[in-house]
């Protein structure tokens, strides 16, 4: 027998003190006073004992997923796990599911390494990874309570982690633990007395190379401490919650910077506030920063919220209605460092955010190839197609900027331009003139939009092979600001700068005449295309017998210098005497990406040359030759396109009309639809003339089926929200209305309350059914979710309205800190030819409580009516009247989870026959006194002379298996003094079509039990 056993038997005081009921451990005062035992007995055998700290990771989401019962499952399975190898005197439970153990240092490590792998197969599988933190004593003696808290900072090293670990403590950890009290406890103070300062680092515009945005970082400098990184006081107030103080002083540093630049004269770019995940955790953060915004009368355009990309991860539907609140009230949100963990498209698909910040990781390995530039490249390309602005951070080399800015990353942001700074050196640097310069925010607009374009989007080899290699061999491109009759490249590509290098400067600008004209010619069309804003194809001959193709578009005005930007891309290098086709080649390759089809017509002579795409829809090689074109054009359109359209393109589709609306109108365009794989498909069709003259037209077909459907889409949602609108208006008693495709499970919301999004619905989806039973744990009264989740799926809704034409489900549903019943109608309907399920939410919480109260007085008059004048409990007949209320709930599809259990008072005919009928009736009143304190959360009613049924629900349903065995060691210690036993049998509810069937099951499992009793 151990010290500690052998202390426990013999009563020093410990015995049957502060044990933990779940696992039978110590508790944490008990196992503070065993373990210096424990601790001394290792000494005494020449070990070096070790305090060691366990805590499951992750319980709080296993508890929301299985529920409390099972997680209490796992922490006793845990709890034999740790008996099993450590002893059970050596093991404590500090509460929740942290426990502690007293080992020896030479075997630690091995026992550690075994509980982890039993651990992978305890409780059917249903476990967790464990965080395990060790204090050796042999690195100094201290108190209990001191060895643990040091092998839990050791443990929490590694919090981030989803895989079993375990790490030992050392004097670094100490230290850091005294860093962090220090950041903890000095918070305040340091807010207060300017601890904590406010330095702003620029970003820069990379169309104008100046200043449009300031991100505001915090700095700690600690009159003690010295300087503190942000990486040491950051986190640890993001783990503490304490963080929201940080980013609301930040926010007001920000705001008191306006004022002073305002009252200056000085130009204020926006300036952004990192707001942390914790934030949203501490407080309502969205209103705190407004509040504080119009307390200042600040613009909320100016202040910009950054949100990083891990924090969108944690909880995710919550984080994006945070979002869409910010932008709501007018707040630009920006997605920080993305890029740093697992970056998802989906998330910039769901979620609108202005600008993404790509991670200065990508800049890392710039040097090291091609695979960073082409990664950073395909992002940039990524956001522009999606409508959003982009930075990248941590530039710092004139390389790194320039290829940047080519391939269209709107804003830079590193050392290269600029550290952070204090408000003070801004200011200063205005004083001395030596700022980079801040952009005019009239300008914004004109240089978002030429920072925007990516002159790499071309990116096809310019030898035609398309090797990887080659991702940025693309066509000269370049931007060129065309004012007063000025004219300055504002940015361009490599490809442009070695044609400008390799082919101007050795013949266009030389003395052939012909070149002179062609540079004549292009500062010309350059001027036209600035004025009236069409896009144009121009042919110059730029000497020695070259002729050149150049694509020229406007894409932008500034509105306060008036200077206009366009676009110049070279197509095409050709001998002036190449045939029709390879010269213009290049043309139908360059706009290959908008055009599934394009055709070059010779007005004189109406041959033409088709060029479609290839199999791998980037292949424009397959051409075909003709004559005729508008003739030709006509017989392509009886066999080819949709029926409904034929008349249509052919009335409109003559070189009459075609001319006369490019002469007028600049281009002519119709839309129609072809037949592809025979269904009709949407296509736009385009023509225009080339320069050099009125000889010859191009014209280029896209595909616009999915903008034209989406178009038809959000006309039908449109009539869809004005007859709901009606709806709602005349019934008045609707919440919400949802339309969901039963194809493919796509939902639309409408008139929906504010409180009802609040609640974490959504507006829109495409898994009706399944982001239902997601979010229903947010919105539905926990007594009515498991209800909700059984009975709301998308085969029982199907079921029952092939059924009876209608589903129809009762619930409460939480609005705020409001609890409303709800009634929940699904009907199917034809629209559009396609079958649509309309869903109805009603709110009848006037209704329900109108009859609660009526059930309430009839329940009252009943209890008075339907007492056991012997018991006191319910009688018979006030059980018939649950049982009838129970099986209209199944027959509705609205029964909660309960159990039934009948029960029998065992020996009461003996005690009769023997003692008289005083004796038993006390007896039987001694019986229901054990039946209503083993279930005294659930109505107990007596059905017949010794016969008793109990319907148990919530807390009582979850436990009953534990409720069951607590009356079996009852009646186990009631046998042996002689006192009433009663035997029970429990049935659970599953999808039995009345409570008569339940009550079978239970009566066979109350004679089983009976029998069982009596071999006692």
């Keep these: 027998m151990s010290r500690s056993d052998s202390m426990t038997e013999t009563g020093t005081g410990l015995a049957g003190v502060d044990y933990d009921s779940l696992t039978g451990l110590s508790g944490m005062n008990r196992f503070f006073e065993l373990a210096p035992l424990k601790r001394d007995e290792y000494l005494a055998e020449g070990k070096d004992p070790v305090a060691v700290y366990f805590d499951l990771n992750g319980m709080k989401e296993f508890n929301m997923k299985f529920g409390f019962a099972e997680g209490d499952k796992l922490i006793r399975a845990m709890a034999d796990v740790l008996i099993k190898h450590f002893g059970r005197e050596c093991c404590g439970r500090f509460g929740g599911d942290r426990f502690t153990v007293v080992s020896c240092e030479d075997r630690i490590a091995e026992q550690i390494k075994a509980v982890f792998e039993e651990c992978l197969s305890i409780n059917e599988g249903k476990n967790l990874p464990l965080r395990v933190g060790i204090y050796k004593h042999s690195i100094g003696a201290v108190e209990p309570s001191t060895a643990f808290d040091r092998a839990k900072m050791a443990c929490d090293v590694n919090r981030g982690s989803y895989v079993s670990r375990f790490a030992f403590f050392s004097t670094d950890m100490l230290a850091a633990s005294r860093k962090k009290n220090h950041i903890i406890e000095n918070l305040d103070r340091a807010l207060k007395e300017g601890w904590v300062q406010v330095y702003y680092q620029p970003l820069i515009r990379s169309a104008n190379s100046k200043v449009c945005d300031e991100e505001a970082l915090a700095r700690w400098i600690d009159p003690e401490k010295g300087f503190l990184s942000p990486a040491d006081f950051i986190p640890v107030l993001e783990e503490t919650k304490l963080i929201y103080k940080l980013d609301l002083y930040v926010t007001e540093q920000i705001l008191k910077k306006f004022k002073i630049q305002d009252e200056r004269g000085l130009y204020a770019v926006p300036c952004s506030v990192n707001v942390s995940r914790a934030d949203f955790e501490s407080c309502d953060i969205v209103e705190e920063i407004r509040k504080r915004v119009d307390d200042a009368g600040v613009s909320r355009e100016r202040l910009t919220i950054e949100i990083t990309e891990s924090a969108m991860a944690s909880d995710f539907e919550y984080m994006k209605k945070q979002v869409e609140r910010f932008k709501e009230l007018g707040f630009k949100v920006w997605m920080d460092d993305y890029g740093s963990g697992y970056s998802s498209p989906v998330i910039l698909q769901k979620i609108k955010f202005d600008t993404i910040k790509l991670d200065m990781g990508f800049l890392a390995h710039f040097d090291d190839g091609n695979d960073s530039r082409v990664i950073i490249s395909s992002l940039v390309k990524m956001a522009m197609g999606l409508g959003i602005d982009t930075v990248v951070e941590g530039v710092e080399t004139e390389e790194q900027a320039e290829f940047l800015k080519v391939i269209g990353c709107s804003m830079l942001q590193g050392y290269h331009f600029c550290k952070p700074i ?123 017998g070259k002729k050149l193709h150049i694509l020229l578009r406007r894409i932008a005005e500034n509105p306060v210098s008036k200077a206009k930007a366009v676009m110049l891309v070279i197509l095409s290098i050709a001998d002036e005497g190449q045939d029709l086709a390879i010269s213009y080649d290049s043309i139908a390759r360059a706009l290959s990406a908008d055009f599934m089809y394009l055709y070059h017509v010779d007005l004189r002579t109406d041959r033409f040359v088709e060029y479609s795409l290839g199999d791998d829809e980037s292949d424009m090689s397959v051409e075909r030759r003709g004559d005729d074109f508008f003739n030709a054009a006509r017989a392509d359109a009886m066999t080819r396109l949709y029926e409904g359209d034929r008349d249509y393109f052919i009335k409109a589709f003559t070189r009459e009309n075609v001319l006369s609306a490019i002469d007028e109108h600049g281009s002519f365009k119709i839309t129609y639809r072809l037949l592809i794989n025979g269904q009709p498909v949407y296509m736009d069709m385009k023509a225009l003339r080339m320069g050099g003259g009125n000889r010859y037209i191009v014209i280029g077909v896209n595909n616009v089926d999915a903008r034209m459907k989406q178009q038809d889409e959000l006309e039908r949602m449109n009539e869809e929200r004005i007859i709901y609108s009606r709806i709602m208006a005349l019934s008045g008693n609707y919440i919400c209305f949802y339309t969901v495709d039963p194809e493919n499970d796509y939902y639309m919301s409408y008139h929906a309350s504010g409180e009802f999004y609040d609640g974490g619905w959504s507006i829109v ?23 909700f989740r059984r009975s709301f799926s998308k ?140 279930f005294h959360h659930s109505p107990v009613y007596r059905v017949g002379g010794d016969e008793f049924v109990v319907i148990a629900t919530g807390r009582d349903y979850d436990q009953i298996d534990v409720l069951m065995d607590h009356l079996l060691k009852k009646n186990k210690a009631n046998k042996a003094k002689g006192g009433v036993m009663v035997a029970g049998g429990a049935a659970c509810y599953s999808d039995e079509l009345s409570v008569e069937g339940l009550f079978r099951r239970a009566d066979e499992a109350m004679h089983k039990n009976k029998e069982e009793l009596s071999r006692i």
Excluded: W
Excluded at 513 to 531: G, M, N
Excluded at 767 to 784: L, T
Excluded at 889 to 904: H, M, R, S, V
């Design 422 to 544: 204090p408000l003070s050196t801004v200011l200063g640097r205005y004083e001395k003139g030596e700022q980079i310069g801040f952009e005019n925010p009239g300008e914004v607009r004109y240089y978002s939009e030429i920072g925007s374009v990516n002159l790499y989007d071309m990116s096809f080899s310019a030898d035609g092979e398309g090797r990887f290699e080659d991702y940025f061999d693309t066509m000269p491109m370049a931007i060129i600001e065309v004012k007063a009759g000025a004219y300055e490249v504002i940015r361009s590509n490599r490809p442009y700068l070695d044609f400008m290098k390799d082919y101007i400067s050795n013949s266009v600008i030389s003395a052939d005449i012909e070149a002179q004209k062609a540079c004549r010619a292009l500062f010309k069309s350059l001027k036209r295309c600035a004025d009236d804003g069409k896009q144009m194809i121009i042919a110059l001959n730029a000497g020695e």
């Design 795 to 934: 085969d029982k809704v199907m079921k029952q309205i092939e059924k009876n034409g209608i589903f129809t489900l009762t619930y409460r549903m939480k609005f705020g800190d409001k609890v409303k019943y709800v009634l929940l109608k699904v009907a199917c309907v034809t629209e559009y030819d396609r079958k649509q399920l309309v869903v109805g939410l009603l709110d009848i919480d006037e209704r329900k409580k109108r009859e609660r109260e009526y059930a309430l007085k009839l329940a009252a008059a009943r209890n008075r009516v339907h007492l056991d004048e012997l018991t006191g409990v319910k009688d018979k007949h006030a059980y018939v009247d649950v049982e009838s209320e129970i099986n209209t709930l199944i027959q509705e599809g609205n029964a909660t989870p309960f159990a039934l259990i009948l029960l029998d008072i065992i020996g009461l005919k003996k005690v009769n026959d023997a003692k008289g009928h005083d004796a038993g009736d006390d007896h039987l009143k001694e019986g229901c006194r054990i039946v209503c304190d083993v």
């Design 765 to 787: 989806g495409t898994d009706f059914f399944k982001d239902a039973y997601e979010q229903s744990e947010k919105a539905i009264f926990e007594d009515d979710l498991e209800l």
